[in-house]
């Protein structure tokens, strides 16, 4: 029995001995395993750390107290949501800061303005008796001609009777010049009066009157002039046609002066003002800019396209403008000296506006603004901040995350739910952690398979040279160096017509982001190198995926925006 009992009890210790010793192994195991980790970057430069790791012995520890990080260089006093950011992370995600100042804000609209008549120029040649067109001299459309010139010849039996009315008013009038009867020297006057203004409501001219008068013998058809010079849009006399009063039989359009109607969305009618300076270029004459001003601003919105109709009035000399031309209209509202900062600097939320401030030694603190007017580069700043303040330009997106992971609230409750719960955020010693190789780091072996984790895109999968045929054309876009690295990147475009002929007179833009919430886009114009290629260099702030849009406007083509996916591997990995 004793010995049963001593048996038992030796295999229950040795069963309790090995429990114990696999519990040891497998906490210094994971031990070891974190405290190579330590360094990572995840996200933006924030690290997690044991709270007793030996490792850890060069790192401060950063406290959250009421929302604000204390211990942390240039942090006091910053409000709720401020980051410290290490400068190999700044480097990874590409922060960039600009001093905000006082500049001159000038607005540019641009819209697609169309040629047309000026409607003042118009007119229109029309009979007021019943006849038959006899002769043509003005016999096809699109003819110039001037005040005066003849159009046609017109025989009328009404306008011949009134011409022989005339002419007989006329002798009566004279045989009574030296009648003593007052009354019918009168009589014989008002009828003479009479005639010759019928004649004149007829379109008779009055050297045509006179001709007659002086004659003395009607003209059986009479010549219609032009009422006033310009292009013939519209004929319809031809000889021998009948015409009936009020039948029009020419339009002249006066193209000395035309209009251009541009529409304008509706946040920026309140920009345009009467009178405004305004300029339109043309693809027929590149390189020449048409000046006008704004002559009228329409009172009715279209609803679907929610925008207004704009029309310019400029000077043609030359007659080079055509209706039905296109061009690109620009109008510049006025100008006015305000505190401004670069458009890419704010943060739109969707309630509120916010920038970052850079307050030295890598520490970024959210700010409210008031926001005012703003163009194609800068926007107004009404209040919030004051001229000379820091504010970031890049990354901003990324910045905003790292904030709200870094309160207090959020993160601690991230970390109860991945079962961590028990450990701190500490921000990585930046004197550590400037001039660190990455690649010389313990435990790295272990890093293999999980490019698919979050903060980890990017670790492999470049970017394949690819070929696109649109509208005509073959775009090639590569890379230099061919697979990229988060920094400064080259975009070669390789353009060629659909028989294979370099294409040397586009423009291409290219427009580059990553495909995350809030990142706004970023530009570059390439230049043409040689034989249809075109060189960009960009800035990837980053690793992971980057779309690229090239931007390719071709004279007398429509313009082309084919989008180029990109991965992208980390600069510091």
Request: hydrophobic residues 40%; charged residues 20%.
């Amino acid at each position: 029995m004793n010995q049963q009992i001593y048996k038992k009890s030796f295999v229950i210790g040795a069963v309790a001995i090995g429990t114990i010793a696999g519990i040891a192994a497998g906490f210094f195991a994971a031990h070891r395993t974190m405290g190579d980790m330590v360094g990572m970057i995840i996200g933006t430069g924030v690290v997690l750390a044991a709270p007793e790791s030996a490792e850890m012995g060069d790192m401060k520890q950063m406290e959250m107290k009421d929302g604000v990080m204390q211990g942390m260089p240039g942090m006091a006093g910053a409000p709720s949501g401020a980051v410290v950011v290490p400068a190999v992370a700044r480097q990874l995600i590409g922060v960039r800061s600009a001093s905000a100042a006082y500049a001159t804000l000038m607005r540019e609209i641009r819209a697609v303005g169309t040629v047309g008549y000026d409607e003042r120029g118009l007119t229109q040649v029309t009979v007021k008796t019943s006849g038959w067109v006899r002769e043509v001299f003005v016999d096809s459309i699109d003819r110039p001609v001037r005040k005066g010139d003849p159009l046609f010849t017109l025989y009328s039996p009404d306008l011949l009777a009134t011409q022989d009315e005339h002419l007989l008013a006329v002798r009566t009038q004279a045989q009574l010049v030296i009648s003593p009867l007052g009354d019918a020297k009168a009589n014989a006057a008002s009828l003479v009066a009479s005639t010759r203004e019928r004649l004149r409501l007829w379109d008779v001219t009055d050297a045509q009157v006179a001709t007659l008068e002086r004659r003395g013998k009607a003209e059986p058809v009479l010549t219609v002039f032009a009422p006033s010079s310009g292009i013939v849009l519209k004929r319809e006399a031809l000889p021998g046609k009948y015409v009936e009063p009020g039948t029009t039989l020419y339009e002249v359009a006066d193209l000395s002066t035309v209009w251009i109607s541009a529409d304008i969305y509706e946040s920026e009618v309140a920009a345009v003002t009467l009178g405004q300076p305004a300029s339109v270029t043309f693809a027929a004459y590149p390189g020449e800019t048409f000046r006008g001003t704004v002559s009228y601003i329409y009172s009715t919105l279209n609803a679907e396209a929610r925008t207004v109709r704009v029309r310019m009035e400029m000077p043609n000399p030359g007659l080079r403008l055509k209706p039905g031309m296109f061009g690109t209209v620009t109008l510049v509202t006025d100008a006015a000296r305000t505190l401004v900062v670069p458009k890419e600097a704010v943060l739109d939320t969707g309630l509120r506006q916010l920038v970052f401030m850079d307050r030295g030694e890598g520490a970024y603190a959210p700010y409210p603004v008031k926001l005012g007017r703003r163009n194609q580069d800068s926007v107004e700043v009404l209040e919030g901040i004051t001229e000379g303040d820091r504010i970031v330009t890049s990354a901003n997106f990324l910045l905003d995350a790292e904030s709200k992971l870094t309160s207090a609230s959020s993160m601690q409750a991230m970390m109860g739910r991945i079962g961590m719960g028990d450990w701190q955020m500490r921000g990585a010693y930046e004197g550590k952690m400037e001039g660190m190789d990455m690649s010389d780091m313990k435990g790295m072996e272990g890093m293999k398979g999980m490019e698919g984790m979050k903060g980890m895109e990017g670790m492999k999968g470049p970017s394949v040279p690819e070929t696109r045929h649109v509208a005509g054309l073959s775009l090639a876009l590569t890379t230099a160096p061919e697979h990229p690295k988060a920094g400064d990147v080259r975009l070669k475009l390789k353009l060629n017509d659909q028989v294979g002929k370099p294409v040397t007179n586009a423009q291409v833009l290219f427009v580059y982001t990553m495909p995350m919430p809030g990142m706004t886009d970023s530009k570059v114009t390439a230049r043409h190198t040689k034989d249809g290629l075109y060189e960009g260099t960009v800035m990837f702030g980053m690793g992971g995926t980057w779309v690229v849009t090239a931007n390719v406007t071709v004279p007398g083509k429509a313009p082309i925006a084919e989008k180029f996916q990109f991965s992208v591997a980390g600069g510091g990995m």
